[in-house]
């Protein structure tokens, strides 16, 4: 028992100086606007995420959005509000660092989204799941502090789905 106690000590300072080298790189974390184009109308809201990189080159991203900007449109001759209620998706990503502050990344994933149109009193909400795929690319400023540009592309399951692009501008920080 005294020799795996001294094992486990002498592996855990061997390991720790590496895990210190880079503690900043593996997990990131953003928040900014991202606007919804869809053909019935073009929506708004805010959205952060949280990822964690297991490689320089491979991660995984926990998104959440809600809306801010609705848009009134009209069907059928009836004016009607849609509204962005809420996202949530988890995507893998495959980062290429071009620099050490510019790296271009693809991701897929998969999401759920809710909107709600309303029009004289009457309201109904739609929700849909999607398999998510997109590319962007985040510059860092001063190695922690960045930008995040980023375009995806949600492909909603059910038969009448459809699609949705969105394009997103956001603050990134790697922590």
Same mark, same amino acid.
């Given at each position: 028992?005294?020799?795996?106690?001294?094992?486990?000590?002498?592996?855990?300072? +061997?390991?720790?100086?590496a895990m210190a080298q880079d503690p900043a790189s593996r997990v990131?974390?953003? +928040?900014?606007?991202?606007?919804?184009?869809?053909?019935?109308?073009?929506?708004?809201?805010?959205?952060?995420?949280?990822?964690?990189d297991f490689t320089r080159n491979l991660g995984i991203?926990?998104?959440?959005?809600?809306?801010?900007?609705?848009?009134?449109?009209?069907?059928?001759?009836?004016?009607?509000?849609?509204?962005?209620?809420?996202?949530?998706?988890?995507?893998?990503?495959?980062?290429?660092?071009?620099? !050490?502050?510019?790296?271009?990344?693809?991701?897929?994933?998969?999401?759920?989204?809710?909107?709600?149109?309303?029009?004289?009193?009457?309201?109904?909400?739609?929700?849909?799941?999607?398999?998510?795929?997109?590319?962007?690319?985040?510059?860092? +400023?001063?190695?922690?502090?960045? +930008?995040?540009?980023?375009?995806?592309?949600?492909?909603?399951?059910?038969?009448?789905?459809? !699609?949705?692009?969105?394009?997103?501008?956001?603050?990134?920080?790697?922590?």
């Amino acid at each position: 028992m005294r020799n795996v106690l001294l094992a486990t000590a002498a592996l855990t300072l +061997i390991a720790a100086p590496a895990m210190a080298q880079d503690p900043a790189s593996r997990v990131t974390g953003s +928040i900014g606007y991202t606007q919804l184009d869809g053909d019935d109308g073009d929506l708004g809201a805010v959205t952060g995420r949280v990822g964690y990189d297991f490689t320089r080159n491979l991660g995984i991203e926990g998104e959440a959005s809600v809306g801010v900007k609705d848009q009134d449109v009209t069907f059928g001759g009836v004016n009607t509000t849609l509204e962005h209620e809420y996202d949530a998706a988890v995507y893998g990503v495959a980062k290429l660092p071009l620099s !050490e502050n510019l790296e271009l990344f693809g991701r897929v994933g998969y999401g759920t989204t809710e909107v709600k149109a309303s029009t004289a009193g009457f309201a109904a909400t739609e929700d849909g799941e999607s398999v998510n795929y997109g590319v962007g690319a985040n510059y860092f +400023i001063d190695g922690r502090n960045g +930008i995040r540009a980023d375009w995806t592309r949600r492909d909603f399951q059910e038969d009448n789905g459809g !699609e949705l692009d969105t394009y997103g501008l956001s603050f990134v920080r790697r922590f």
